[in-house]
C-alpha cells in the first residue's frame, strides 16, 4: 500500500476533511427509493448568561457556628423575663459600641493618637454603610453623654442613631427639652428629633424678631422671651426632678442616726432658702417685666 492512503485507497487529508468511502455494494433495502429528508434544522441558540464585572465577584460570607440545642424555658412567666433580658442586653450592647467608638472618633478629631489618619479613612477602612457623618455624630455621643445615661435611653427603646442625633443639639436647653419628651414617649425616631429640632429653632428665631420699629421696644421683648423661656425650661425640669425623687418616700424607715438626721434637715433648710429668695427674684421679674408689656 502506498504511502499516505488508507485502505480505501483516500488519502489521509481526504479522510480527515470527512469524506467517506466509495462502495458498489448496497443492501436491497437501501436500494429502494428514500423519501426526500428536510434538511435538519439548526439549534436555537441559547442566550448567554451575562458575565459580572471583576468588582461584582460573590462576596464570601462568614458562617456563624451552628447554635446549640435550645432549652425550653419551663414556665411562660420564665419565657417572658428571658426574651426580655435578651431584648434589654442586645440594645444595650448595641448603644455600647457606637459610644465606644465615639471615643475613638475623639481621638482621632484630636489628632493625638492612630497617627495621620482621619475619621473619613476610618469609615472608608469600617465599609458597611459607615458614613464619616455617623462616626461624627459617634464623637458628639461619647462627649456629651457618659455611659449610664446612654443606657438609661437605650432602655428606653431609644435608638443609639437617635441618642447620637441628639448629643449634636449644641444647645443645652433644646437639648434638654428634646431628652423631656423622649422620655415622656413622645420622641423615638432621628426624623422626630429634627422636626422637634426645627420647630424649637423657629420658635427662638421667631422670638428674637422685631416687633417693633423703636430698638428698645425689640430690646424689652427679646428680653422677656428669652428670661420667661428659661425660667419655664428649668422649672419643668426640676418638677419632674422633685417628683421622680419622691417616688416611693412615704415607704421610707425614718432616720435612726441624729447626725444624719441633723444633715438632712440642714440641707432641707438650705433648699428652703434657696427656694425662698427664688421666689422674691420671680415677684422682681414679674413687676418688671409688667413695666414693659403693655
Same mark, same amino acid.
Given at each position: 500500500?502506498?504511502?499516505g492512503?488508507n ?16 462502495t /458498489? ?10 423519501p &426526500? ?8 441558540? #441559547? ?7 471583576? &468588582? ?26 428571658y426574651?426580655?433580658?435578651?431584648? +434589654?442586653?442586645?440594645?444595650?450592647? $448595641? ?10 472618633? +475623639?481621638?482621632? +478629631? ?14 472608608? $477602612?469600617?465599609? #458597611? ?7 461624627y455624630?459617634t464623637?458628639?455621643m ?15 427603646g431609644?435608638?443609639?442613631? /437617635? ?25 423615638? /425616631? ?21 416687633v ?7 430690646? =424689652? =421683648? ?13 422649672? +419643668?425640669?426640676?418638677?419632674?426632678? *422633685? ?9 421610707l424607715?425614718?432616720? $435612726? ?17 434657696? *427656694? ?15 413695666k414693659?408689656?403693655?
Amino acid at each position: 500500500m502506498a504511502d499516505g492512503l488508507n485502505l480505501f485507497g483516500q488519502e489521509e487529508d481526504e479522510v480527515s476533511a470527512g469524506l467517506a468511502p466509495e462502495t /458498489t455494494e448496497s443492501k436491497p433495502e437501501e436500494a429502494a427509493a428514500k423519501p &426526500e429528508e428536510k434538511p435538519a434544522e439548526k439549534p436555537k441558540e #441559547q442566550p448567554k448568561a451575562e458575565t459580572l464585572p471583576a &468588582e461584582a465577584k460573590k462576596v464570601e460570607v462568614e458562617v456563624l457556628p451552628p447554635v446549640g440545642p435550645i432549652k425550653l424555658k419551663k414556665t411562660f412567666e420564665e419565657l417572658v423575663d428571658y426574651v426580655k433580658t435578651e431584648i +434589654k442586653d442586645t440594645a444595650l450592647k $448595641a448603644a455600647r459600641i457606637p459610644w465606644e467608638l465615639g471615643a475613638h472618633v +475623639k481621638e482621632l +478629631k484630636e489628632g493625638s493618637k492612630y497617627g495621620d489618619h482621619s475619621v473619613e479613612e476610618l469609615a472608608e $477602612a469600617l465599609g #458597611q454603610g459607615y458614613r464619616a457623618s455617623w462616626l461624627y455624630e459617634t464623637g458628639k455621643m461619647f462627649e456629651v453623654y457618659d455611659w449610664e445615661r446612654v443606657a438609661e435611653l437605650a432602655a428606653m427603646g431609644i435608638s443609639p442613631t /437617635t441618642i447620637a442625633r441628639v448629643a449634636t443639639i449644641s444647645d443645652p436647653s433644646m437639648r434638654k427639652r428634646i431628652e423631656m419628651k423622649i422620655e415622656a414617649g413622645e420622641i423615638k /425616631t432621628v426624623k422626630e428629633v429634627n422636626r422637634e429640632k426645627s420647630l424649637l429653632q423657629a420658635a427662638e428665631d421667631k422670638a428674637a424678631e422685631p416687633v417693633g420699629d423703636d430698638e428698645k421696644t425689640v430690646a =424689652a =421683648a427679646a428680653k422677656v422671651r428669652a428670661i420667661f423661656g428659661k425660667i419655664e425650661g428649668t422649672a +419643668k425640669t426640676l418638677t419632674e426632678d *422633685l417628683q421622680e425623687a419622691a417616688v416611693g418616700i412615704d415607704e421610707l424607715d425614718n432616720i $435612726a442616726d441624729d447626725a444624719v438626721n441633723d444633715s438632712c434637715v440642714t440641707r432641707i433648710g438650705s433648699v428652703h432658702e434657696v *427656694l425662698t429668695d427664688l421666689k422674691a427674684e420671680m415677684v422682681k421679674a414679674c413687676d418688671l417685666m409688667k413695666k414693659v408689656i403693655v
